[in-house]
């Protein structure tokens, strides 16, 4: 069975059907792949005609009527919601929820070969009772991963944080060395094999202002975060820790392939505004790809026909570059 590309809906109030259509629009010439839309029909349907694309589609109520379909398009019907376009709401956030389980659903069946999420919003969860801080926390608990990380890719910069959705306050309660080094042994898999970088090279910034300096500012750089280098499976690859502000401020990051922060801004800060609308937020570790655009729901322009698909896109395009390289790793097992 040739497996589909999964697509969520994310919040239907917000950008996320719009950059759904307009994607499809694109891969549908671009490529032969088949796709399975996990949406309301009737969202979907309202985009697909004021967006005057007309594409043919199967309306599927069943996941098991997926495999019998020859559309390019199936749309997994989540029954009939009610548009508020622009604005976060109970049911938005129930929907947006219920596809992701479903996608986990197909993974399982075997269905799919990944699952490409648009953007969710944290308070319409919060209105339905969802206690989840976003896709990457759920997606593991639904794989029963215990090992992941939030990575971002981009052409100009690739990197990953240690800790994803966490308080500042509570930051250095959990760094910790095998925290850090499992994190480590992760990205160098990453780079390695799900993204064949040749012989990457990997930057690890430090926690503390000017990486601690030496023990005078904070002591995690030396007691914590260059123990975990020396012990990760790649420490022929890895540099560091490095200060971030010099790092970023002299372009040493255009000398690696990947950089490991240890928050969230640290890292997300500068490849925003490297890739701002480019980006790719990839879940590393899961056994299911999962890739995303590296925004939100932008209510402010929802309905008006003005949102970019160019991060959806490039989310759609990783996941089949990750795809490919796993299968072919997995005929190279096969082989030996």
Do not use: W
Request: hydrophobic share 40%; glycine share 6%; aromatic share 10%.
């Amino acid at each position: 069975m040739n497996k589909r590309i999964a697509i969520t809906c994310g919040d239907i109030n917000g950008i996320g059907p719009e950059i759904i259509l307009k994607s499809l629009n694109y891969f549908l010439e671009k490529t032969k792949k088949k796709f399975v839309v996990i949406a309301p029909e009737n969202v979907f349907k309202f985009y697909n005609e004021n967006l005057k694309l007309n594409f043919r589609y199967q309306l599927v109520k069943k996941i098991e009527d997926i495999t019998k379909s020859d559309e390019r398009i199936c749309v997994l019907n989540l029954g009939k919601a009610n548009l508020k376009i622009g604005y976060p709401t109970k049911q938005s956030g129930q929907i947006s929820y219920e596809s992701i389980l479903k996608s986990a659903e197909l993974f399982k069946e075997g269905i799919i070969e990944s699952v490409i999420t648009a953007p969710i919003s944290k308070y319409s969860f919060y209105l339905a009772n969802i206690n989840y801080p976003g896709h990457t926390e759920l997606y593991a608990d639904l794989t029963r991963t215990k090992n992941f990380a939030m990575t971002f890719l981009s052409k100009k910069i690739k990197c990953s944080i240690v800790t994803i959705h966490e308080s500042l306050k509570n930051l250095t309660k959990k760094i910790t060395k095998d925290k850090v080094k499992n994190h480590l042994n992760l990205i160098g898999s990453v780079a390695f094999n799900d993204l064949k970088l040749k012989n990457p090279r990997i930057a690890v910034l430090g926690l503390n202002p000017h990486a601690g300096e030496d023990g005078k500012i904070g002591s995690e750089e030396k007691d914590i975060i260059y123990p975990a280098i020396l012990e990760s499976e790649y420490v022929k690859n890895i540099c560091g820790p490095f200060s971030s502000d010099g790092f970023f401020g002299k372009k040493a990051f255009l000398s690696f392939d990947f950089i490991v922060g240890m928050y969230h801004d640290q890292a997300l800060i500068p490849f925003k505004l490297l890739n701002f609308n480019k980006g790719v937020n990839f879940t590393a570790g899961l056994p299911l790809i999962r890739t995303s655009p590296d925004h939100g729901t932008a209510f402010d322009i929802a309905g008006k026909f003005q949102a970019d698909p160019n991060s959806f896109i490039e989310a759609i395009k990783y996941a089949i570059l990750i795809y490919q390289n796993r299968m072919s790793d997995k005929v190279e097992r096969k082989k030996n």
